[in-house]
């Protein structure tokens, strides 16, 4: 294998050289650590990692976050390493085993264009409280709001083939949600994945980690967090003008005719608001904006079609009154919200 494995590293111990010794005996040629502006008194573990002639260091002058310190290695592989077949990115607190390192390279070098991921089995016994619930919480995120079905979304341990490291450098994020938006890339871009099962492994229970739980969470979940707080506004937005609508047409109105006069300028109102903050503040496309707006309204058109149509064959089937309708609407919508999102995302939106 022509690999490169990627070690990025802060603040470390004695453990980053056993990390090294470990990848160096599995066969591992080439090993680039980025330095990412540790403290003088963590110095020395780069120091004699270094006096290894298959370890290269790179070094930042300040902490720029996990997500900066892979792109930095992947940059230097593309100008220092064009000929390698990819790239095996590593955690240096001794998570990973080195057997394991080296199974999931052999998998991505055999599948050829497909990223590897070393996937944990998250066995409550042996996983620390906020690694166990926060995996949980993630992977149910993923799975139901993006529709990526990983097994341990945050696994520092990926192989990744060399034609994807121009991308990986363009991706957005510095820290650990980095490795959120690298997945989320990856499915946006329909670039197979493949999980290997790897050993589970909490030293000292994970004390060693620079995760900040609450910080760093936001910074991964963000572009979902923005987008429900868009959604839910613009919901705001559209139930109002809504419900202000149902009740202003009275019960006297045909139910169809009710609702469809009430939705119409209720959504026509919460997509122009929709529309400019998914584009700006969600997605920040870059797409011409003719473009997307040409396929928001595309999906607009149609989201509108299914829940008018849900919403009074709902309100037909139950007999409901103009304040059952107004009921109605919110289960509705969170269904449409879900598929909306995953269709802006790798839609409307695209790069």
Sequence with gaps: MNLTVVLPSYNP??????VVEGVLKEGFTDIVIVNDGSNKEHMEPFHRASLHPEVTVLNHTENRGKGRALKTAFEYCLKNRPDIDGVVTIDGDSQHKPEDILTCSKKMVELGDTVVLGSRSFERKSVPFKSFYGNILTRLVFRVVCGIKVTDTQTGLRAIPAKYLE?????KGER???E???LLQFKKKNIKLAEVPIQTIYSDNNS????????DSLMIYRMILRYILGAFASFLIDYTAFSALILVIGANAPRFLRIACA???ARVLSSLFNYNFNRSVIFKSESPVIKTIRRYYTLWVFQLLVSLGLNYLVGNLLGASPLGEILIKPPVELFLFIISFRIQHHWVFDQ
Excluded: G, N
């Design 180 to 182: 959120t938006e690298m």
């Design 176 to 178: 650990y949600d980095y």
């Design 167 to 171: 991308l990986l450098t363009r991706i």
């Design 263 to 265: 939705y119409v300028p």
């Design 13 to 18: 111990d004695e453990k980053l050289l056993t």
């Design 208 to 215: 060693t980690s620079h995760f900040k739980a609450f910080r």
